[in-house]
C-alpha cells in the first residue's frame, strides 16, 4: 500500500507539471493541477496510513 502511495505522489506531480507545461488556457490548467493536487493528497494518506506506528516505545 506504500508503493502505491508513492506511486500516486508521482503521478500527482506529472500532471501538474505536465498542466502547466502543455496547457496555455487558464482554466483547464487550473482545473489539472487541482487533480493533480488531489492526487499527490490521496497519495500522501496511503502513505501515512501505511507507515506503522510504534506503540508504546517510550513506556
Keep these: 500500500m506504500r508503493f502505491f502511495g508513492f506511486l500516486l505522489l508521482l503521478a500527482g506531480w506529472v ?3 505536465t498542466a502547466l507545461a502543455l496547457m496555455a488556457a487558464d482554466a483547464p490548467r487550473i482545473a489539472f493541477v487541482l487533480a493533480g ?12 496510513r501505511a507507515h506503522p506506528l510504534r506503540r508504546g516505545a517510550h513506556e
Design 37 to 48: 493536487v488531489g492526487v499527490e493528497i490521496v497519495g500522501l494518506v496511503l502513505v501515512i
Design 15 to 17: 500532471i501538474v507539471l
